[in-house]
């Protein structure tokens, strides 16, 4: 039986989907959210192999206590799943200052404080997963999400390293990439201004939030779906580093990757000949 660590549990999202999953499975979980009240029927029908617990995850504090509240009461956290964040819209030139470091602190370095909390007891047990939250906005760049999108590439980059210092420890990462999936992620664009001050942005800003709002409850992915696909994934014999989520996803992702090595096979020569003559 593992104890997972969930962070992001709001109803109806990943986060939740994932702690089903988990506990489908025979496991227990910590499921941490920043309005704890909205799960305390759900985690009353599990009974005590839930323990719900308040985290904002730019609060290295609390991300302290909650670590060690689960440990406490499960005896160890053997999978992480660093779920909490959120994607605000807007130009690269005209979004403000403080929602740039509100997107960097909520979805990179709150993902960074979390993981260096449980690391020393997945380090002590030789073992455990983590399992970071991208998006296939963390390598595919998104119009008008250029700071999401900055962000998720950050975290795929620190996974990556991650990965190879905690290998040899016992210790397993996955990188995951949804698309589009049914969660509340879209639900606050109708009621959201759109915070522009460039004139020359804001047609292209309203673009985007018309298509959000018309896309609310119609995106393809289906969150337990997803989660259990991770399940999986984290199952076989050979897991792999990154998981794409969803066929639009995929395509997107796959597209992408194709045209980067048209490109990089286009210019060899000119990257070849940048070194010193022999």
Do not use: C
Request: hydrophobic letters at 40%; glycine letters at 12%; proline letters at 5%.
């Amino acid at each position: 039986m593992r104890t997972w660590f969930i962070t992001g549990g709001t109803p109806g999202g990943f986060g939740m989907a994932y702690a089903n999953a988990a506990l489908d499975a025979g496991d227990r979980v910590a499921l941490t959210a920043r309005r704890p009240h909205e799960l305390a029927e759900w985690a009353r029908r599990q009974g005590d192999r839930v323990l719900v617990l308040p985290l904002d995850v730019t609060d290295e504090k609390q991300i302290r206590q909650a670590v060690e509240e689960a440990e406490t009461r499960f005896g160890g956290i053997d999978v992480l799943v660093n779920n909490a964040g959120r994607g605000w819209y807007g130009s690269v030139e005209g979004t403000a200052d403080e929602v740039v470091r509100r997107t960097f602190d909520l979805n990179f370095f709150g993902t960074v404080a979390v993981i260096r909390a449980v690391l020393p007891g997945m380090r002590a047990r030789g073992s455990g997963w983590i399992v970071n939250m991208s998006s296939v906005a963390g390598l595919v760049g998104v119009t008008g999400f250029g700071y999401y999108s900055a962000a998720k590439f950050a975290l795929e980059g620190l996974g990556e390293s991650l990965r190879s210092e905690v290998e040899p420890l016992g210790i397993k990462v996955l990188t995951v990439e949804p698309g589009a999936f049914r969660t509340n992620a879209y639900a606050g664009f109708e009621d959201e201004p759109i915070g522009e001050a460039i004139p020359d942005y804001q047609p292209m800003l309203a673009a985007i939030r018309a298509a959000f709002v018309e896309d609310n409850g119609k995106q393809p992915g289906d969150p337990d779906r997803g989660a259990r696909a991770v399940l999986a994934a984290m199952s076989t014999d050979n897991p792999p580093q990154r998981l794409v989520l969803g066929n639009a996803g995929y395509d997107a992702v796959a597209g992408k990757l194709d045209s980067m090595l048209t490109e990089l096979r286009a210019h060899e020569s000119l990257s070849r000949g940048a070194d010193f003559r022999r």
